[in-house]
């Protein structure tokens, strides 16, 4: 970890006068530096990166001389570039805008027009670099944000290489960013990770997992080891079981071109969901240095096992058309450039277990789904019945389970659910919940996840990236359960199961809970 008011190198971080002395948020600030980014047209860098380097910028935690190259094919000058950043702020930013700060970032921009395989524009590129050193200040030290399809990701790294854009000279460090998917299988991501790692060492890849940087995320390491309430329950002793959801409420929007044949799972429960399940699980570890962090991590995805019989034990389904929110909405099938006889699943349910001491005999459910009835991302750990009850059986008959809920988005906070006598002359006990809310307890607000994340790159500190081998054993869990339903959809050509729009996930996903003698929960 960085320690605050310095950069990453241990050097005196210079004072940015834009900086609000009363954010105390987050008060690490980057040394001289500048990213460049591939992918500027796309949906995530406008959505998300771009806006998050202006709020970084607003929060005072960038350098002054912070430099931002985009590098895409259209031809642009660099005053409709910054038109693009401009806008993308104005959209998505969730600072106020603030003229002067625009002003002083938008001095630092540039752009590169180029494809991936133009040797001429990558010189461009290098040139563009060295002159943003001697102009801004940039010190040599650059991250390259790779916002662009994974299919890519060997190309741009091996350009970079070729053009001598991997080292920036003495003292400065140079990093690169790849965001999720990484790989579509076990397979693949090796060979992605023996390309990235062919050209740059481990301490200078940071893959993104957007969740990780998410504020709620954070938490649960924090509620579970800072406290004495939760871990003397964490066990198999009193956890029955713990369900992961993920739901999401829009379709796959103008994703196709990536999201067909990815799917639910490759998508989100091979990174996103186990990321989850691995910090509600591992032990405490050591430090929340990377090495520390990630050996725990690491531990518990080597633990997790499937269910031997996957039919049972696994769920999956498309989105139907039909009515969502008041509104009429298209399936899976009828959206753009989706093929209309794919079976790309929209849901997915997996059981898995954790076979350690800890978690012996406790199944952990994970669901993701788009088109569901609403945007939540929850962790419920849900404990067994009191072992005895020493009331009527009426007077229990309207108490389920106790359960501690993390609330990751969009009502974030935590829940504690537990068993209250109902007031009035009779035993009554009935489910009640004791509610934590960020926005009742703190006044400070969270930052975005890739603002954080961003900010991580640039002090070049690691906790919250993954490395290969989580990336690795995430894959070793999902593998055979995508081949299973590729095994399944070779054997029938009925397509997969449906699920009205609104609801939650397709029937056989209640089934595979009701076999376990369980429900899902309806957050
Ligand atoms: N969007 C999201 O919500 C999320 C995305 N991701 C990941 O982020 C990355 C980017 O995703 P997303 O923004 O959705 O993708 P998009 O398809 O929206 O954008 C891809 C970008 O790559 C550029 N590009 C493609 N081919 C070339 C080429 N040959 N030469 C130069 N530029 C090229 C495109 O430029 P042009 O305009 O010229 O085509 C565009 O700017 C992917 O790895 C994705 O998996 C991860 C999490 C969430
Ligand atoms: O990684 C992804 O995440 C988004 C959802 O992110 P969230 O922060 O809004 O929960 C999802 O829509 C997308 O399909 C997936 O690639």
Redesign the pocket.
């Given at each position: 970890m960085t320690v605050a008011g310095t950069t990453a190198g241990g050097t005196p971080a210079p004072v940015n006068p834009l900086r609000d002395p009363a954010d105390r948020r987050l008060p690490r600030i980057a040394g001289p530096c500048g990213l460049v980014l591939?992918?500027?047209?796309?949906?995530?860098?406008?959505?998300?990166v771009m806006p998050a380097i202006y709020d970084l910028a607003n929060r005072g935690l960038l350098p002054p001389g912070f430099s931002l190259v985009g590098?895409?094919?259209?031809d642009w000058a660099d005053q409709d570039f910054a038109q693009i950043v401009h806008d993308s702020v104005r959209a998505h930013a969730r600072t106020e805008f603030r003229e002067e700060v625009w002003k002083q970032l938008a001095e630092g921009f540039r752009f590169v027009q180029?494809?991936?395989?133009d040797d001429v524009q990558f010189d461009a590129l290098r040139r563009t670099i060295e002159e943003l050193d001697v102009s801004r200040g940039t010190g040599g030290n650059h991250a390259f944000y790779?916002?662009?399809?994974?299919k890519?990701?060997g190309d741009v790294i091996g350009q970079l290489q070729e053009h001598g854009l991997t080292d920036g000279g003495d003292g400065s460090w140079r990093r690169v960013v790849?965001?999720?998917?990484f790989g579509h299988d076990l397979e693949s991501a090796r060979e992605l990770n023996a390309v990235i790692n062919d050209v740059f060492p481990p301490e200078s890849v940071f893959r993104?997992d957007?969740y990780l940087g998410k504020e709620t995320v954070q938490n649960i390491l924090a509620m579970r080891f800072a406290n004495n309430l939760f871990e003397p329950i964490w066990n198999s002793h009193y956890v029955d079981h713990v369900q992961i959801t993920m739901a999401e409420d829009i379709g796959i929007g103008?994703?196709a071109?990536?999201y067909d044949g990815i799917g639910a799972a490759r998508d989100v429960i091979q990174n996103h969901l186990l990321q989850l399940l691995a910090l509600v699980a591992m032990e405490e570890p050591l430090s929340f240095d990377a090495a520390n962090l990630r050996a725990e991590k690491e531990k518990v995805l080597s633990s997790v096992v499937l269910p031997r019989r996957l039919d049972l034990h696994t769920a999956r389904g498309q989105y139907a058309a039909g009515w969502a929110g008041g509104e009429k909405v298209i399936g899976y099938l009828d959206e753009d450039d989706i093929d209309a006889s794919s079976t790309t699943e929209t849901f997915a349910a997996i059981r898995v277990d954790v076979e350690t001491r800890r978690w012996a005999g406790v199944p952990f459910y994970l669901r993701h789904g788009k088109r569901l009835g609403r945007r939540v991302t929850e962790i419920a750990v849900v404990l067994k019945r009191a072992p005895h009850l020493p009331f009527t059986e009426t007077a229990t008959e309207d108490l389920t389970q106790n359960a501690i809920v993390f609330r990751i988005q969009p009502d974030e906070g935590a829940t504690i659910r537990f068993g209250s006598k109902v007031p009035g002359g009779a035993m009554e006990i009935r489910d009640v919940n004791m509610d934590f809310a960020y926005g009742g307890s703190f006044t400070e607000s969270s930052p975005e996840a890739y603002e954080r994340l961003i900010l991580d790159v640039l002090l070049g500190d690691p906790p919250l990236f993954p490395q290969n081998a989580e990336v690795e054993l995430s894959w070793k869990i999902l593998d055979p359960v995508i081949a299973h339903w590729a095994r399944q959809d070779a054997g029938s050509s009925d397509g997969i199961d449906q699920y009205a729009p609104g609801q939650w996930g397709p029937a056989s996903a209640d089934a595979m809970l009701s076999r376990d003698g369980r429900a899902w929960r309806r957050p």
């Open positions: 591939f992918g500027v047209t796309g949906d995530l860098a406008r959505k998300k590098y895409a094919r259209r180029g494809d991936f395989g790779l916002s662009i399809p994974p890519f990701f790849v965001e999720k998917p993104i957007h103008g994703r071109g990536y």
